[in-house]
């Protein structure tokens, strides 16, 4: 908690710095002020979570003071001074929004419990800060614009800006995986304790794609505050590193550090456009966006290719998986791999697809090869006795996907109730009916955008959305940006 005291009798600022440092909590004493002028000064500078304020100072008084400095110092708690107890001081600090109103001589025991009080406070208003943070950026990159964000950025006077991003490749079941994810953010929670203040915000939250990002944005100040942005974000990875197992692997990319939140949006979405690099320079490492972006195109594109083809066997999409091996087999034939390279694609098929056997001896393509024939084996026992009724659902969403299909219907077919279906279905799955639906009608379009000159509306159509607006809004959500902008950098 960072403190400043402004009165201008010496020996109550030093009287009250001294008891403050002797109350053995975590506080720092951000700066002193001797009148209301130097105190305004200081606020807009320093934006401490708390100011003493004695009543009577030269220059300008402490209401006075507290009145105007509200708007240089929005979130800063207030704690008024006074040796007299009158009742219109006390209401017209109340009135300013001061947290509490004390007289002096301050006792150790009513000063810890102001502070012990201030703590639960001035966290509160971290999380509520924290949150809005993380609301801004999530409506930003769903919506393509965040109303409030410039406002909230300049309250605080943000200068610098900073994401990171965590991809998790695993063979897990669904339930498994959503436990691996809970660990992450857990860990990430950890490492990022005590980091958020007023001046520094972080976010974290988890991607419509799946990954997980933490978002940073503080003041620029001394040196050392890049300096612990270093070593947090440090932190996060060897945590995070730490979770790592034979089933769970965690790859971490940090952007650079931006000027403004518009640049860290953008790094945001660099970023998510490169991460699929994982399946070609590995999997369970730590880059840079730098180092993403000096790797060459047709790296990106293999990895591309391997992490849809990895995406379509968790969703057993047996002709979409046909596809991309087919692609893979020619890339590997006309392309040169290096053996490292070829090492790190291994790695990311045992972990992503359960691959262990003949690993380091098979070639890649008999290893896809034989989880091809895998899904093909499944698909007939589908398409002949499903094995259960979640599988049998899965199999209809695929089939007719394009039709206006539902849990309703589904569950009127199988002779259950809607809400049984869907409570299983997401005990099954992971997910909901309807975002799996959602997942699979935006993947087909993908394709359609990636392969064909048709317009957009009629992309919708085939894939199940008589509304153009409802499906672009959706695609944005999914991948952060238009179906057009897709179709540009899917064929550059």
């Known amino acids: 908690m960072r403190v400043l005291v402004a009165d201008d009798e010496k020996l109550s600022r030093v009287s009250l710095i001294s008891m403050l440092e002797e109350s053995e909590r975590d506080i720092s004493i951000a700066g002193e002020a001797t009148n209301g002028e130097d105190l305004l000064n200081a606020l807009s500078k320093m934006q401490p979570d708390v100011a003493f304020v004695d009543i009577r100072m030269p220059k300008m008084n402490g209401l006075e003071a507290i009145e105007r400095g509200r708007k240089l110092s929005p979130h800063t708690q207030w704690v008024i001074l006074s040796g007299f107890s009158e009742f219109d001081y006390a209401r017209k600090a109340l009135s300013l929004g001061a947290f509490m109103y004390l007289l002096k001589p301050l006792g150790m025991e009513e000063l810890g419990a102001v502070l012990d009080s201030l703590f639960t406070k001035i966290d509160q208003t971290y999380q509520r800060l924290d949150d809005e943070f993380e609301h801004y950026i999530l ?215 359960n691959d262990s056997a003949e690993l380091e001896t098979a070639e890649l393509t008999t290893l896809l090869t034989r989880h091809a024939d895998k899904l093909l084996s499944d698909k007939k026992k589908l398409e002949g006795e499903p094995p259960d009724m979640i599988s049998e659902v899965i199999y209809s969403i695929e089939q007719h996907y394009a039709s206006n299909i539902s849990i309703a219907q589904l569950a009127e077919r199988l002779r259950i109730t809607p809400n049984y279906l869907s409570s299983t279905f997401h005990k099954k799955t992971g997910t909901t009916f309807t975002k799996y639906l959602t997942r699979l009608r935006i993947h087909r379009a993908k394709e359609l955008l990636s392969t064909t000159n048709l317009p957009v509306k009629d992309i919708a159509l085939q894939v199940g959305y008589y509304s153009t607006r409802h499906f672009v809004k959706l695609f944005i959500e999914s991948e952060g940006c238009y179906p057009t902008e897709y179709k540009k950098q899917a064929r550059l």
């Not at 994810?181 to 490492?191: G, M, N, S, V």
């Not at 440090?234 to 590193?241: E, G, P, T, V």
């Not at 290719?305 to 979409?320: A, E, F, G, I, P």
């Open 139 to 353: 409506a930003a990159l769903n919506n393509g614009q965040s109303p409030g964000l410039a406002e909230f950025v300049s309250e605080a006077r943000y200068t610098k800006y900073k994401v990171l991003l965590i991809a998790t490749d695993t063979h897990a079941f669904p339930g498994q995986m959503e436990q691996a994810k809970h660990c992450l953010y857990r860990a990430i929670q950890e490492a990022v304790s005590g980091w958020s203040s007023l001046t520094c915000r972080v976010a974290i939250f988890t991607l419509t794609s799946g990954e997980t990002a933490v978002a940073m944005c503080w003041q620029e100040g001394e040196p050392k505050d890049d300096l612990q942005m270093e070593v947090m974000t440090d932190s996060i990875y060897h945590r995070i590193n730490r979770l790592t197992n034979q089933r769970i692997a965690y790859t971490q990319v940090d952007s650079s550090i931006y000027a403004n939140i518009g640049g860290m949006l953008a790094g945001l979405q660099d970023i998510r456009r490169l991460l699929p690099l994982r399946a070609v320079i590995g999997i369970n490492h730590r880059f840079s966006l730098e180092e993403l972006q000096k790797q060459p195109p047709a790296a990106a594109h293999m990895g591309l290719v391997m992490t849809k083809l990895v995406d379509d066997y968790h969703h057993h999409l047996y002709m979409d998986y046909c596809r991309e091996l087919e692609e893979i087999t020619t890339l590997l034939r006309t392309e040169q791999h290096s053996k490292q390279q070829i090492k790190h694609m291994r790695s990311f098929i045992q972990y992503g697809m």
